[in-house]
């Protein structure tokens, strides 16, 4: 799983694997560990839920937990579209924009990249 936090957004992708065990398992996570003791590290989360209307996000401690309902979640692994988006007020007129996107194979092979278990790009990259 990738995340890209950039201003007031948050973007999940996923490869292959990971959606399928995220519709197996209802989630998954994935640590980054950003200084010496075990204590610090950033924890990611991606989580399915019956009562959810609309993807939020959370953040508590050191977790950022991305919350689907669980039907829009098995549409969005099992169809052909790449991305769901969802606009989250956070307060004072400010909004949290979420993405969850496939993660697609890229046109361009870079140095240390995997790409094996990405998306098949529309694009032709894979």
């Given amino acids: 799983?990738?995340?890209?936090?950039?201003?007031?957004?948050v973007r999940f992708r996923l490869q292959q694997a990971e959606v399928r065990c995220l519709l197996e398992r209802g989630?998954?996570?994935e640590h980054t560990r950003l200084g010496a003791s075990p204590e610090q590290r950033l924890t990611y989360?991606?989580?399915?839920?019956?009562?959810?209307?609309?993807?939020?996000?959370?953040?508590?401690?050191?977790?950022?937990?991305l919350t689907l309902p669980r039907?829009?979640?098995?549409m969005w692994a099992e169809g052909d579209g790449l991305a769901l988006e969802e606009a989250q007020p956070i307060?004072?007129?400010?909004?949290?924009?979420?993405?969850?996107?496939?993660?697609?194979?890229?046109?361009?092979?870079?140095?240390?990249?995997?790409?094996?278990?990405?998306?098949?790009?529309p694009q032709g990259g894979g």
């Fill in 1 to 9: 799983m990738k995340l890209r936090i950039r201003g007031n957004s």
């Fill in 45 to 65: 989360r991606v989580e399915l839920s019956d009562e959810a209307r609309t993807p939020s996000v959370s953040f508590c401690g050191s977790r950022i937990s």
């Fill in 27 to 29: 989630h998954i996570e």
């Fill in 91 to 121: 307060g004072e007129g400010d909004i949290l924009r979420i993405l969850l996107e496939k993660d697609l194979s890229c046109l361009v092979h870079r140095l240390g990249e995997d790409d094996a278990d990405a998306f098949p790009n």
């Fill in 71 to 74: 039907p829009a979640a098995r």
